[in-house]
């Protein structure tokens, strides 16, 4: 309330203050006040004079005078600020140190201990007294001492053991009817008149797949293992699928190729999978044994593997995106046959820079002495071609 009061009576003081400034001080008003005089005559300026001496000052001196008076009514009610000084602080007192005192522990009834492996140091068994051995008694001999002496070495040559073919796993029973005997003749002779002697010295094991979609011999793999004389025996044939010699569109919406080139082969040692599924095709592929060849820059995809699902059932004809398909016993025993026994030493396929493509026609890579350029591989050999045991000179006649 007060406060409200103050700001009413500064107020008017300022306004009526402000007036009085004006008609007192202001130079152009007086000069005005003068002009009046002489213009409205001598009346008007005696009543400008006196209002300005009966009511502007003495208003102007009771302004501040009554506003002393209000400042000092406003903040008389507050009391003083008391200075209080703060008191010394007191001497920290160091108590001395004593030890503390042991605290009486409750008593626990202990467990019994847990029963640990200890380690026993075997203690040597007191020196018995020398005694008198008596007559019917044996005296232990001491140990005899080892025989120093150097083994004679004999220098005789030894022979030489002969090389040792792997044991070949006995075949699992057959799906599909197999060639005739003669026809067994046929093939294995086949086979040799199209290796070259680089090949059947430098590789142990044969495939032999006949790609044709008809015949005595087609659609199936023959397997042939190298005899220390350099015979060739046939292990195994089975029934195989191969490509579907078409053009098409694979699962991943491309355009791919489903054809198996014919040719000659090297398993990759990099790429053999117990487990594996096709990227394009989007199909199992197990039992993997991919071919090391490069086309045009590219590693290819093909490779000989097990069959599965309802595939199992299309051996014996063209069936596969271009792989070379068998059965799952049949590619699993392969497998585990190549990877076990026939790692070595290998002769590198011939290889064209200007295409990016390796040879696939048997050619091979030798240096600028002639000498065979050799890799770590497998001694396997590949050789598909499109050819079903058909007798042209038989069905001449």
């Known amino acids: 309330m007060l406060v409200r009061q103050l700001s009413a009576f500064y107020l008017l003081s300022a306004s009526v203050f402000t007036i009085g400034i004006v008609l007192s001080q202001h130079p152009t008003l007086n000069q005005a006040a003068k002009d009046t005089t002489h213009a409205i005559g ?54 001395k140190h004593e030890p503390p005192k042991a605290k009486p522990q409750p008593k626990v009834a202990t467990a019994a201990p847990a029963l640990r492996p200890q380690i026993v140091e075997p203690q040597l068994a007191p020196k018995p007294e020398a005694a008198t051995p008596q007559p019917d008694q044996q005296v232990a001999s001491a140990a005899p001492k080892p025989d120093l002496t150097p083994p004679k070495i004999s220098l005789a040559p030894q022979a030489q053991a002969p090389i040792a073919v792997p044991a070949m796993p006995p075949a699992p029973a057959a799906s599909a009817p197999a060639p005739s005997p003669a026809e067994l003749v046929r093939v294995t002779q086949r086979l040799k008149d199209s290796l ?80 594996y599924t096709s990227g394009q095709w989007h199909q199992p592929m197990p039992f993997a044994m991919f071919f ?3 086309n045009h820059g590219f ?7 097990a069959a599965s699902g309802e595939d199992i059932s299309l051996l014996g004809q063209r069936s596969s995106a271009g792989c070379v398909r068998l059965a799952p016993e049949n590619a699993r025993l392969l497998f585990g046959l190549i990877r076990e026994n026939y790692k070595g030493l290998v002769p590198k396929f011939a290889y064209d820079k200007r295409t ?23 001694k396997v050999l590949v050789f598909i ?12 006649f």
């Open 292 to 294: 090391n060849w490069e």
């Open 196 to 275: 070259t002697s680089e090949m059947l010295q430098h590789f142990e094991l044969f495939l032999y797949v006949s790609k044709a979609d008809h015949g005595p011999w087609a659609q199936r793999m023959y397997v042939f293992q190298k005899q220390p004389s350099g015979d060739l025996k046939l292990a195994y044939n089975w029934p195989v699928s191969t490509g579907r010699e078409l053009v098409e569109f694979a699962p991943n919406g491309s355009k791919q190729p489903s054809f198996t080139p014919a040719g000659y082969y090297q398993i990759d040692p990099e790429r053999m999978y117990t487990h």
């Open 42 to 95: 001598h009346a008007t300026a005696v009543t400008a004079v006196a209002l300005n001496d009966h009511v502007v000052q003495p208003g102007w001196r009771w302004t501040k005078s009554e506003a002393g008076d209000l400042y000092d009514r406003a903040f008389s009610h507050r009391e003083p600020v008391r200075m209080v000084a703060k008191p010394a602080p007191k001497p920290v007192q160091v108590a």
């Open 299 to 305: 590693q290819t995809g093909l490779a000989i593997h």
């Open 356 to 378: 990016a493509t390796m040879a696939n026609d048997g050619m091979m890579l030798h240096d600028t002495a002639g000498n065979l350029e050799m890799t770590k591989g497998y």
């Open 385 to 396: 071609e499109n050819y079903g045991g058909e007798n042209v000179v038989a069905a001449l």
